[in-house]
């Protein structure tokens, strides 16, 4: 770098007084550039120590007129902390007076020689504009302090000499990318939060139709249940319906079968009839076994003053006592020591139109098995018992005898019929016989 170009503002350091500058003994050596003519500072600002090219805050200045051209560059006349001086300066040896032009010596670059703090260095317009720090020009008016010069190439500035109009500088690549980067993230940034809000409204839109959905299909499988359920109910209905009907479908064989071990024909006397085994309590508490007969079949035998009837089925052969009657009822209880199989009682009473299975002994013929349905319920002349009438066919002999419905139960005890018809028998019902003896 050129060792900078030292003029040195006050002229007694250079040994002439302020007012006597000397003469330099030659001319230059050659004529000075032309330059544009002056023009009129701009207003001047505040200004001080310039850092990087920007000026910062400084001394008030004082605007000076505008320079006129000298022979080496843009001359002025020295402004001093603000107050223009009107001595003569000298410039390049030559003491010029006060208000001529200044001899300057053009910029070779580099960093300008120092200058007081406070002085103007005029701007004429269509110079150009100094650099400052790389692309910020110098304006009009403008302070330099001290030890603070204007960058170039290198070379340095004097007092009085123009400052190249260096046009600006643009900002660097790396600067320039930072801003595009910026500029970029700012792009990404809005496109980023654009799109989270769109994806948000669709994500909200998408849930509420999901919901909808999700409510509907419960709706559906909520009245799919329903049906579900309605016709399970129906079905349970309807398979009650039909095991109910299935038992009342009367097996006379399967019936017959079951039944006819429990049956005997009974003698008391001179009289006869049948006799059939219930459970009760006597075979549940002695070991006892309870058969049910008509009371008319062992009448006349208990008025005779006896108790034991004979029993025979088939080969078997044993005997029962009398324990109980109810004349009213038309109904007798035995009691026997055998070991014989008992028949079930029905706890409902039966219907009518329901199958029933009747067995008995008539005319002495014991296992004698007819079938018929319920007729209906009915009371009879004289008694205070309302009878199952039924159109199995019963004759003498079958008096005591049980009517089985088609589950195998026993629903009442065959009682009687009308000699002058046929099809017309009663029973006592089953339920009578438990309560006036309590064995059921």
Request: glycine content about 14%; aromatic content about 4%.
């Amino acid at each position: 770098m050129t060792a900078p170009y030292d003029r040195t503002l006050n002229s007694e350091r250079d040994g002439v007084p302020a007012n006597q500058a000397p003469m330099p003994s030659t001319p230059p050596s050659s004529p000075p550039p032309a330059y544009p003519p002056a023009q009129a500072a701009p207003t001047p600002v505040v200004s001080g120590p310039v850092t990087g090219g920007q000026p910062t805050a400084g001394p008030t200045l004082v605007s000076t007129p505008a320079a006129t051209v000298g022979s080496g560059g843009w001359g002025q006349p020295v402004g001093v902390n603000g107050a223009g001086r009107t001595d003569p300066v000298s410039s390049n040896g030559v003491v010029t007076p006060a208000g001529a032009p200044v001899a300057g010596v053009p910029m070779a670059g580099g960093v300008a020689s120092p200058a007081p703090a406070g002085v103007g260095l005029p701007n004429p317009a269509g110079a150009g504009t100094a650099a400052l720090g790389g692309g910020v020009g110098l304006p009009n008016g403008v302070g330099l302090p001290s030890g603070d010069g204007l960058p170039n190439s290198g070379a340095s500035a004097v007092l009085g000499a123009p400052v190249g109009g260096v046009p600006g500088q643009q900002l660097s690549g790396q600067q320039l990318s930072v801003q595009q980067r910026s500029g970029r993230l700012t792009h990404i940034a809005f496109g980023m939060a654009l799109l989270l809000v769109v994806t948000t409204v669709v994500q909200t839109v998408l849930l509420v139709r999901l919901n909808e959905q999700v409510d509907d299909q419960a709706r559906q499988f909520a009245a799919f249940q329903r049906q579900a359920e309605e016709r399970i109910t129906q079905l349970e209905e309807q398979t009650a319906a039909l095991n109910e009907r299935a038992q009342r479908t009367l097996d006379s064989v399967a019936v017959a079968d079951v039944a006819l071990p429990s049956v005997f024909r009974v003698t008391a006397g001179n009289a006869g009839g049948t006799a059939f085994a219930v459970a009760g309590a006597g075979e549940l508490d002695s070991g006892q076994v309870y058969l049910l007969t008509n009371f008319h079949v062992v009448e006349s035998w208990v008025a005779a003053g006896e108790d034991v009837v004979q029993l025979e089925r088939g080969d078997r052969s044993f005997q029962a006592t009398i324990v109980a009657t109810d004349p009213d009822a038309d109904l007798a209880l035995l009691e026997a020591e055998e070991e014989v199989a008992t028949l079930p009682v029905a706890t409902e009473s039966p219907a009518p139109g329901e199958p029933v299975v009747v067995i008995g002994a008539p005319g002495g013929l014991e296992d004698t098995v007819t079938t018929g349905v319920v007729s209906t319920i009915r009371s009879l002349p004289g008694s205070d018992v309302e009878f199952i009438q039924f159109d199995a066919a019963i004759n003498p002999g079958n008096s005591g005898g049980p009517v089985i419905n088609a589950r195998g139960e026993v629903i009442g005890v065959a009682t009687a019929k009308i000699a002058e018809a046929e099809g017309i028998g009663f029973a006592v019902p089953i339920y009578v016989a438990c309560e006036v003896f309590s064995i059921c």
